[in-house]
């Protein structure tokens, strides 16, 4: 993570872990996982008389409530409605409302997500290849094929973006640019947005110079009946900074239906490069697949070799630049210098073989005369401790006087079935 604390964090409830990240990373933005919050709701509310009702109203304000006063305003109406003033469970969660409800915590990036996803990291990433009964030595080395999987499967879909693409719907510029920039997946997702503009009636609300504010009125199928539902956007004509009031883009990252919707009435036809985020793009090299891992012998190549090589250098000049501000904006301006230069140098099939020589003989030597055994994962060698085996437990005064009576008796015991 090149030294650098997470700015958000989603937990379940739990006390001991608030504290330690309020302690160990004071700047991240710490909420609670909504999934858990709901799953308690038939625990805690089964006692009321009304509780589908309780349990319905209580699912749309939590998720339906735009702004935060929204949310005050139906919280207060919905605890004097069924009388819930002494329930000390939705109390607590009122209390600690701004770590959970969506209206409080959408002001920060959280690529879409409100629950922990437990099912969608770190189980489905070990899904075939682990179980409760392998040993540490089989668990190393199904971690390796499941990290293979892993990139292989990105590869694929990456090869995929970049040599196909799905259709445009429509013809504005707008459209092509996310088309041209955004992984196949995340381009899916714009798309949703884009079609569902046309469900969106824009108004001009307020203008002040240079800020325009536009009233959106989104019609929402609920039942059999059409409502429409108003929301705010906001437009600087100086820069064309755009946002909304439901915040989507600060949420997920993706431009929401409002905000398309004005840019398309305003005939503003390209997004600001603000607006498309680094991590959806499909030309960006994951991180990941330089991990040192054995399964495609990454540390054993000529590439390998080099990028560990500069990535210890790299940590040296960098160690030397920490003892003051100074010296570190140097580095990071020299570092920016080379940067521009390696990409104005980049060859054809991506590597920078202008810069750097890849084909270092000490290396080829060293690292491709590495044998596949000098690799293999050994199982653990069990070694007896030396000298007495040690008691399962520590033995207290009483228990050695009992235990030394006990063998005293024994042995007058096998000496009188002796005579």
């Given at each position: 993570?090149?030294?650098?604390?997470?700015?958000?964090?989603?937990t379940?409830?739990?006390?001991?872990?608030?504290?330690?990240?309020?302690?160990?990373?004071?700047?991240?933005?710490?909420?609670?996982c909504?999934?858990?919050?709901?799953?308690?709701?038939?625990?805690?509310?089964?006692?009321?008389?009304?509780?589908?009702?309780i349990?319905?109203?209580?699912?749309?304000?939590v998720?339906?409530?735009?702004?935060?006063?929204?949310?005050?305003?139906r919280w207060?109406?919905f605890?004097?409605?069924?009388?819930?003033?002494?329930?000390?469970w939705?109390?607590?969660?009122?209390?600690?409302?701004?770590?959970?409800?969506?209206?409080?915590?959408?002001?920060?990036?959280?690529?879409?997500?409100?629950?922990?996803?437990?099912?969608?990291?770190?189980?489905?990433?070990?899904d075939?290849?682990?179980?409760?009964?392998?040993?540490?030595?089989?668990?190393?080395?199904?971690?390796?094929?499941?990290l293979?999987?892993?990139?292989?499967?990105?590869?694929?879909?990456?090869?995929?973006?970049?040599?196909s693409?799905?259709?445009?719907m429509?013809?504005?510029?707008?459209?092509?640019?996310?088309?041209?920039?955004?992984?196949?997946?995340?381009?899916?997702d714009?798309?949703?947005?884009?079609?569902?503009n046309?469900?969106?009636?824009?108004?001009?609300?307020?203008?002040?110079?240079?800020?325009?504010?536009?009233?959106?009125?989104?019609?929402?199928?609920?039942?059999?009946?059409?409502?429409?539902?108003?929301?705010?956007?906001?437009?600087?004509?100086?820069d064309?900074?755009?946002?909304?009031?439901?915040?989507?883009?600060?949420?997920?990252?993706?431009?929401?239906?409002?905000?398309?919707?004005?840019?398309?009435?305003?005939?503003?036809?390209?997004?600001?490069?603000?607006?498309?985020?680094?991590?959806?793009?499909?030309d960006?090299?994951?991180?990941?697949?330089k991990?040192?891992?054995?399964y495609d012998?990454?540390?054993?190549?000529p590439?390998?070799?080099?990028?560990?090589?500069?990535?210890?250098s790299?940590?040296?000049v960098?160690?030397?630049?920490?003892?003051?501000?100074?010296?570190?904006?140097?580095?990071?301006?020299?570092?920016?210098?080379?940067?521009?230069?390696?990409?104005?140098?980049?060859?054809?099939?991506?590597s920078?073989?202008?810069?750097?020589?890849?084909?270092?003989?000490?290396?080829?030597?060293?690292?491709?005369?590495?044998?596949?055994?000098?690799?293999?994962?050994?199982?653990?060698?069990?070694?007896?401790?030396?000298?007495?085996?040690p008691f399962?437990?520590?033995?207290?005064?009483?228990?050695?006087?009992?235990?030394?009576?006990?063998?005293i008796?024994?042995?007058?015991?096998?000496?009188?079935?002796?005579?």
């Amino acid at each position: 993570m090149s030294s650098l604390a997470p700015t958000a964090i989603i937990t379940d409830q739990d006390k001991a872990m608030q504290k330690a990240i309020e302690v160990v990373f004071p700047t991240a933005r710490h909420r609670w996982c909504l999934g858990h919050i709901m799953k308690k709701l038939l625990e805690k509310l089964k006692s009321y008389k009304h509780y589908e009702d309780i349990k319905s109203v209580l699912q749309n304000i939590v998720y339906d409530s735009l702004t935060c006063g929204d949310f005050e305003d139906r919280w207060n109406e919905f605890i004097n409605l069924y009388d819930l003033h002494t329930n000390e469970w939705l109390l607590g969660l009122y209390d600690e409302r701004r770590r959970q409800v969506p209206a409080f915590v959408k002001d920060t990036f959280w690529a879409g997500m409100s629950t922990t996803q437990r099912s969608e990291s770190m189980h489905a990433f070990f899904d075939g290849y682990v179980n409760s009964k392998i040993t540490l030595k089989q668990f190393v080395e199904q971690y390796e094929n499941a990290l293979r999987d892993k990139v292989e499967k990105e590869s694929h879909v990456d090869f995929i973006s970049f040599n196909s693409c799905i259709p445009r719907m429509t013809h504005y510029p707008l459209e092509k640019q996310f088309q041209e920039a955004y992984t196949t997946e995340k381009f899916k997702d714009f798309q949703q947005e884009l079609s569902a503009n046309l469900y969106c009636e824009v108004s001009l609300h307020k203008e002040n110079f240079p800020c325009l504010e536009f009233t959106v009125g989104e019609n929402i199928m609920v039942g059999n009946t059409i409502t429409t539902i108003p929301f705010t956007v906001l437009l600087k004509e100086t820069d064309f900074e755009i946002n909304c009031n439901c915040r989507l883009f600060e949420f997920k990252g993706i431009l929401c239906r409002r905000v398309i919707a004005v840019l398309i009435h305003k005939k503003i036809f390209f997004a600001l490069d603000k607006y498309i985020l680094m991590r959806w793009r499909k030309d960006v090299i994951r991180c990941h697949t330089k991990v040192k891992i054995g399964y495609d012998n990454w540390s054993i190549k000529p590439k390998g070799h080099q990028f560990d090589k500069m990535c210890n250098s790299f940590y040296e000049v960098a160690h030397l630049a920490t003892s003051n501000d100074d010296k570190c904006n140097i580095v990071l301006e020299m570092i920016n210098d080379l940067k521009m230069k390696l990409i104005s140098y980049e060859g054809d099939d991506g590597s920078i073989q202008h810069i750097i020589n890849l084909s270092d003989d000490t290396a080829d030597k060293n690292f491709h005369g590495a044998s596949k055994e000098n690799r293999k994962i050994l199982t653990l060698m069990v070694v007896r401790s030396k000298g007495r085996p040690p008691f399962k437990r520590k033995q207290s005064k009483v228990d050695q006087v009992i235990q030394k009576e006990n063998k005293i008796n024994q042995g007058q015991n096998l000496i009188l079935k002796k005579q």
